[in-house]
């Protein structure tokens, strides 16, 4: 495989397609929308490349990149590579980035800023998933915030500026506490590295790194930090706002891949270079994990608002992934991970489905519908797939992920997993208490003539479908990529007492 | 280490000695009448100078370092930076007045003040003698209590003349006497002496306190740190927006260097690239509290500011409560930490003023209102809001920028300094500085203008300034390789 630079095109390719697009007169619309399309390629084909090549076998990183010296004077390098804990991350942004810009073909105001910004927010993405370096990681973490906020602040619903800042706010006085660890790990480890590999050795952690207090303190900036993306309760209120007031295409992205990089952050930084607190703090994970599902879920039900509803949903579903890994088996660390994909593809689906009837409508007031099924029958089958995966039908992807952590978490945690268990209860509830409302019962009039379905919505959704169905029944092609990496992972911390967390319960 | 009589120590003052002399020309521009009125003259030998200046501080730059003047004056690598530093302030500071409707018709004697100021930064950077020090600092002041007040027919510039004018007469004043408490306590006025007297003699540590803390007033003026701010609001918005720009950076920067230099040179004791405090005064936590003190009052009410030189004034009293954390972290990370974060608000701040000036030029409104929908008027309006949300998003300290990775620089030194509490609250001070910076974005690309007319930014120069200041923004944020090099040649003081 020597020596194609996978990943760097992966994650520079979009740079490239933005520079071209500054290059085109803004008239142009097709032109431009073409281009960015084209520009999404790259990452796309190089994803299903990373598909065919992953080596299943190895717990290491692969496709590595680098070490390239950067900044010597801090022993900052250019440093990619990714592992089974990055791999489907990665899948998943080429997959949802190329979909949403498809999802974008109707924007026609500001045009050529919107996919110049689209293409930068790509980059990040990517670069956040495949960097070694925490600099690097760090740098790339960062450069998604200012094309979100321009994202959300210009093409955004009434409410646009306000949700656009909150997002700013709340993301950066997460990452200025991850900053600062980083700052600390970098001086207090021995041999002074961003290396995120070499950072797991226990053994580099001297002077403060080695005390207790300390690591915590550490610990706690970086929780915080990624709790804030993912996010968790309490601070989560940023992601109804930013959902809500985001394009739909926007939304797609922040549910889809921005919220995995805090539970991405949690496994890669917590797991790994702090084992031994993560250990004593995975209560507090776990316990805030179950407050997400049952709160998200309390919430969505709450609303008559479709996109909020769909938001809280994430922050509910999200909590799965907090429980998965708080219950220190492979299969929920497995499952947890599953689980991130699967949100991935399942809720961006929701996400489209509201903007296909938003567009039509302009408004998302779940009570103002019904009956759209008998004027766009196609259009409810659709929503009816990605409604029944959320709620995690057997058959569908939804199901495989949280049955696989409940199924480990149980071990550790059975009172807290009964609790979330009754979630899907809930979730069923609200999926189908909308389905009913939306879709089912008397036609209203002035709905009579939308047009069902395009061709272009349904070529967006038909990949995440597909996709649903297929991991619905044969999940391995995604699971086999994560699974060594992941049961190595809950290996190490074992060391640190992770089995005695079992039994422990509530 | 060598001390140098002042016939030897000329060679090194050759540069400066060009400033000076380029000073006395231009000074005489304004006397014979058809000179006068050539308004181009002037800023023409002025930036001769400059240059001149510039290139002799290269070739001194190679001689060894050492002590002249008999003390007075530390030619180290500190001091080369600074003259570095003062030569390409002063550059820009002249391009940017020859872009500003305000002082479009302003005399000769304009450009020598400016000059005159851009003397005074090295020399006080250089300072290694109490009264030097209070020398060079006066000769900062006095020429900027010109400068500021230049515009005769304005009001709120006169106002800022006199209210600059009376808060550093106070300050200096104070400092005077605290220095005289220094020289009574320790019986020398040279800084070295006074640590080598602090280190190997009982003092009165009470006067010594004191006198200390009247020092800071002085200094912490020249810099605007809370609580000797209050002046810097008023005088940046009174005085015209070129000179704002220059005080917010050239003599600022000199401040800071002045502040360093007598902190480590005098109060600390070097041990290894840690620099200890002496037994009396524990600096490191004062100088914390008075970071946090200043990044604190100038970020909050910057939020309040409508005025955009207002805004830049609270900002810069923001920026100077991040810098002072290198005068509480006391290691040569935070030395190097501080000239990186000069350099990259050199290149972020000018740049922020350069797109104020061109936005005032256009709008003749100083409210931040005159920002509203500056993205959507025309190419050269999209280029100046691209341009100014780069700026800001430095200022914010968000990467890949440069004002980024003076941050970085600065929370490196302070998280090496083990001073947790201050790196904690230092950051969460970016956050807020965030949304004030955003509200410049937001309002250039989220909100209208009351007439969408295409921005008049006129000629090719002046939007090469912006464009060329964006991408060294930009370019520093990512490849710093050069500019770490110089700040770590730069870090060394002799002492």
Redesign the interface.
């Known amino acids: 495989m020597d020596k194609l630079p996978l990943l760097t095109i992966i994650t520079f390719a979009p740079i490239l397609g933005m520079i071209a697009i500054s290059l085109i007169p803004k008239e142009k619309k097709n032109a431009i929308r073409w281009s960015a399309l084209l520009a999404t390629l790259p990452s796309l084909l190089g994803a299903v490349k990373i598909f065919m090549d992953f080596d299943r076998t190895t717990k290491a990183m692969q496709f590595i990149e680098g070490p390239l010296n950067w900044?010597?004077?801090?022993n900052i390098q250019y440093h990619l590579g990714i592992d089974g804990i990055s791999v489907t991350m990665v899948i998943l942004t080429a997959l949802i980035s190329t979909i949403c810009i498809i999802a974008s073909w109707n924007i026609e105001k500001?045009l050529k800023g919107y996919f110049i910004l689209f293409l930068l927010l790509e980059t990040g993405m990517m670069g956040t998933f495949v960097a070694i370096d925490f600099f690097l990681f760090?740098?790339f973490w960062?450069?998604m915030?200012?094309p979100m906020?321009?994202l959300i602040?210009?093409w955004g619903g009434p409410r646009?500026?306000y949700a656009?800042?909150k997002f700013?706010?709340y993301t950066?006085?997460g990452s200025?506490?991850i900053?600062?660890v980083m700052?600390?790990l970098?001086?207090y480890s021995d041999g002074h590295t961003f290396n995120m590999i070499a950072l797991q050795d226990q053994s580099l952690h001297q002077g403060?790194l080695s005390s207790h207090t300390f690591r915590m303190?550490l610990w706690w900036g970086l929780f915080i930090g990624f709790a804030i993306k993912v996010p968790v309760f309490p601070f989560h209120t940023w992601l109804p706002d930013a959902h809500v007031e985001a394009p739909t295409a926007i939304s797609v992205i922040l549910a889809g891949v921005l919220l995995k990089m805090g539970t991405y952050g949690f496994l890669r930084f917590n797991y790994q270079i702090l084992p031994d607190i993560t250990v004593d703090m995975i209560q507090v994970i776990a316990v805030l994990g179950v407050i997400n599902i049952i709160y998200g879920a309390l919430c969505a039900m709450a609303q008559t608002d479709f996109k909020k509803l769909i938001a809280y949903s994430s922050v509910s579903h999200m909590g799965f992934v907090l429980l998965g890994m708080a219950s220190f088996t492979s299969e929920g660390l497995n499952g947890a991970v599953l689980q991130m994909f699967n949100h991935g593809t399942i809720t961006a689906q929701l996400f489209l489905i509201v903007g296909i009837i938003y567009d039509r409508a302009h408004h998302r007031d779940i009570n103002g519908f019904g009956g759209l099924a008998t004027t766009m029958p196609r259009y409810a089958v659709w929503t009816t797939l990605a409604f029944f995966a959320a709620i995690g039908l057997p058959g569908l992807s939804g199901f495989i992920s949280e049955v696989l952590i409940f199924l480990g978490s149980f071990k550790t945690w059975p009172w807290l997993t009964t609790i979330a268990v009754s979630s899907v209860v809930l979730t069923a509830g609200y999926m189908l208490w909308t389905l009913q409302r939306v879709y089912l019962g008397k036609t209203q009039e002035k709905y009579k003539d939308f047009p069902d379905i395009t061709r272009r919505e349904a070529f967006c959704l038909l990949p995440l479908a597909v996709i649903v169905i297929i991991l619905g029944v044969w999940p391995r092609p995604i699971l086999s990529m994560m699974e060594v990496s992941l049961n190595a992972l809950n290996q190490s911390l074992v060391p640190y007492g992770a089995h005695v967390a079992s039994g422990l319960g509530f | 280490m060598e001390i140098l009589n002042n016939q030897d120590s000329l060679w090194y003052f050759l540069p400066e000695s060009v400033l000076i002399l380029t000073f006395v020309v231009i000074l005489l521009f304004d006397l014979p009448e058809n000179w006068s009125k050539n308004r181009l003259l002037a800023p023409i030998v002025a930036t001769i100078g400059t240059v001149l200046f510039l290139a002799l501080s290269f070739y001194t730059q190679q001689f060894p370092e050492a002590i002249t003047f008999h003390g007075m004056i530390i030619n180290d690598a500190f001091t080369d930076f600074f003259r570095l530093f003062a030569g390409l302030t002063a550059l820009i500071t002249i391009f940017l007045s020859l872009k500003s409707k305000e002082v479009a018709q302003v005399r000769a004697e304009y450009w020598a003040l400016l000059v005159g100021i851009t003397l005074g930064i090295p020399m006080l950077a250089a300072s290694n003698n109490l009264l030097m020090i209070y020398l060079a600092l006066e000769l900062i002041s006095i020429l900027s209590y010109i400068l500021v007040g230049y515009l005769h027919n304005t009001k709120t510039s006169s106002e800022a003349a006199v209210k600059y004018v009376l808060y550093g007469a106070t300050a200096s004043g104070v400092m005077i006497y605290g220095l005289s408490l220094i020289f009574g306590v320790t019986g020398t006025l040279n800084a070295i002496e006074i640590r080598q007297f602090l280190i190997s003699n009982p003092a009165e540590q009470l006067a010594l306190f004191i006198g200390l803390l009247m020092t800071l007033a002085g200094f912490g003026y020249k810099i605007s740190m809370v609580p000797f701010h209050m002046w810097a609001p008023d005088v940046y918005q009174g005085a015209p927006t070129p000179v704002t720009a220059f005080l917010s950076v050239g003599p600022k920067a000199a401040g800071f260097a002045i502040l360093l230099r007598f902190i480590y040179t005098a109060l600390t004791q070097d041990q290894g690239g840690v620099y200890v405090p002496l037994k009396y005064i524990d600096i490191s936590t004062l100088m914390a509290v008075f970071a946090l003190a200043t990044m604190t009052l100038g970020n909050f009410v910057a939020l309040q500011q409508t005025n955009i030189k207002r805004f830049l004034a609270y900002s810069s009293i923001a920026h100077a409560g991040y810098m002072l954390m290198a005068a509480a972290a006391l290691n040569t990370e935070a030395l190097r930490g501080v000239i990186f974060y000069m350099i990259s608000y050199l290149i972020m701040n000018m740049g922020a003023f350069a797109v104020a000036i061109a936005v005032i030029n256009d709008s003749g409104s100083e409210e931040l209102s005159a920002f509203k929908g500056l993205g959507n008027r025309g190419r050269k309006g999209a280029l100046a809001a691209v341009a100014m949300t780069l700026f800001m998003v430095s200022l914010t300290g968000l990467p890949p920028t440069v004002g980024f990775v003076g941050k970085f620089y600065l929370f490196s030194a302070v998280i090496e300094a083990k001073i947790y509490w201050l790196a904690v609250l230092g950051v969460l001070n970016s956050v807020v500085s965030l949304y004030y910076y955003a509200k410049i974005i937001k309002y250039m690309y989220f909100e209208e203008a009351k007439e969408q007319k295409p921005f008049a930014l006129t000629g090719f120069s002046f939007p090469s300034l912006i464009v060329g200041l964006a991408a060294a923004t930009v370019f520093f944020g990512i490849f710093w390789n050069a500019l770490s090099y110089l700040t770590e040649i730069s870090a060394h003081l002799l002492m």
């Not at chain 1, 900044?71 to 801090?74: C, E, R, V």
């Open positions: 900044i010597p004077s801090f500001q760090f740098i960062e450069l915030l200012l906020y321009f602040g210009i646009r500026e656009a800042i700013f706010l950066m006085a200025v506490l900053l600062l700052l600390a970098y001086f403060p303190a």
